[in-house]
């Protein structure tokens, strides 16, 4: 048997499902029963009827998932995927944050640990971000952790707004000039990136979105030719679903090491031994909770 052969049998003896972020490798992305953005991914958590999900992706997802669907078995198949920039703020970098700011909410990207949310006021996504800063009635927000999505945000909205100064380290190793450099040699391509970029690099886009976002955008644009800004995984699934189409890559570098911890092998151990799990306790899980739904509400 092969190794996807090994892992759709396990898969279907214990009634488990894999969900994959549009940044993991394409193995792991064709053994997935579905994948998408950080947004798709913790609505379908909530919504699917399987007891064990194997979340490749890293760990503030799975996190999300636990969250959204406690009575579910999240496997996380490497408990190391993290990601640094929600690393970047922990609960009491938010606790002082209100303390200075006090009449300010706290919107927190979904790329924050289960004890931030459990401190902020809303969660939003890449996807929603701006809808969510728009639509809620407070007019003076902090937004934790990305910079580079708080600086988006703010030009979308006249709202006041405190940002905090965390980035994702695989979105900064895409600089302005590698973009520039690439149009020069495909002067007819779109840029599409997502927010998480520097700003300066967003500022020569075309189109900014969350993964799944730039995704449905290549489908319903009519150019042949466009210059992703985002991480690598991304590019197979456009190619996958848009084989007449023509994708660079913004950034050789643009690779995040945790999303490529995830392996077939791994996802394997993780069916047998049903481990690693992530499982945010109760107390946690209730505060953190809160956010998420009012972000699903909205
Ligand atoms: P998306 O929600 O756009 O998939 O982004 C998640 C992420 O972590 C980007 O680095």
Not at 45 to 55: D, P, V
Not at 85 to 91: E, H
Not at 236 to 248: A, G, I, Q, W
Not at 265 to 278: A, F, G, N, Q, R
């Amino acid at each position: 048997m092969t190794i996807q052969e090994k892992i759709q049998k396990l898969k279907k003896e214990k009634n488990a499902i894999i969900l994959a972020h549009n940044y993991q490798l394409p193995e792991v992305q064709d053994i997935a029963d579905f994948v998408g953005d950080s947004l798709e991914l913790a609505r379908i958590s909530s919504q699917i009827k399987e007891k064990i999900i194997i979340f490749c992706g890293v760990h503030f997802m799975a996190e999300t998932a636990s969250i959204l669907a406690p009575d579910k078995k999240i496997l996380l198949p490497d408990i190391n995927a993290g990601c640094p920039l929600a690393n970047s703020i922990t609960p009491e970098d938010v606790i002082n944050l209100k303390k200075e700011y006090k009449d300010y909410a706290v919107v927190a990207y979904v790329n924050t640990s289960a004890e931030v949310k459990a401190e902020s006021d809303y969660i939003c996504t890449s996807a929603n971000a701006i809808s969510v800063v728009e639509k809620i009635p407070e007019e003076k927000i902090i937004f934790i952790p990305d910079r580079n999505l708080g600086y988006y945000v703010s030009k979308y909205t006249k709202k006041e707004m405190i940002i905090w100064n965390g980035f994702c380290p695989t979105h900064q190793r895409i600089l302005p000039q590698d973009i520039i450099n690439l149009k020069e040699r495909y002067k007819d391509a779109k840029i599409v990136v997502h927010p998480e970029c520097r700003r300066e690099v967003l500022e020569l886009a075309d189109k900014i979105a969350s993964t799944s976002g730039i995704i449905k955008f290549v489908k319903e644009d009519n150019s042949k030719t466009y210059i992703i800004g985002t991480e690598v995984g991304l590019l197979y699934r456009l190619r996958k679903e848009n084989p007449e189409k023509e994708f660079h890559l913004a950034s050789p570098l643009a690779v995040c090491p945790n999303m490529k911890k995830i392996t077939l092998e791994k996802i394997l151990w993780s069916l047998e031994d049903l481990k690693p799990e992530v499982k945010v306790p109760d107390d946690i899980r209730e505060k953190a909770l809160k956010p998420i739904e009012r972000m699903l509400k909205l």
